[in-house]
């Protein structure tokens, strides 16, 4: 049997921390973004092959998800919903899924 890559544990962490039934807080909102970060800084090789259009979304994506959790109000299941369809589409292009 083959031995898991380096990013296994981070896609099993994102796949957890973006399940619908995962009760998503606030850091975990922030380790998200944090390897976002990470990964464009580091000019992650899956990036570089995608149209600048999808990279804008991306960004967009990114910061439309910083911004609802800066302003999130407590308790708003529609915000936390909104704020995981975010995260997941803008780590779509970083790491594929395990299933």
């Not at 083959?2 to 544990?9: A, D, I, V």
């Not at 619908?20 to 850091?27: G, M, N």
């Amino acid at each position: 049997m083959s031995e898991p890559s380096s990013s296994y544990p981070v896609r099993l962490r994102l796949d957890r921390l973006l399940a619908p039934d995962y009760p998503l807080c606030r850091d975990d909102v922030v380790w998200v973004l944090d390897y976002i970060k990470k990964k464009v800084a580091g000019e992650d090789p899956a990036l570089l092959d995608l149209p600048q259009p999808r990279l804008l979304r991306n960004y967009r994506l990114f910061a439309e998800a910083a911004m609802l959790l800066i302003h999130r109000r407590p308790g708003n299941e529609q915000e936390i919903d909104r704020l995981r369809l975010l995260l997941a589409e803008a780590v779509r292009d970083f790491e594929q899924p395990l299933a």
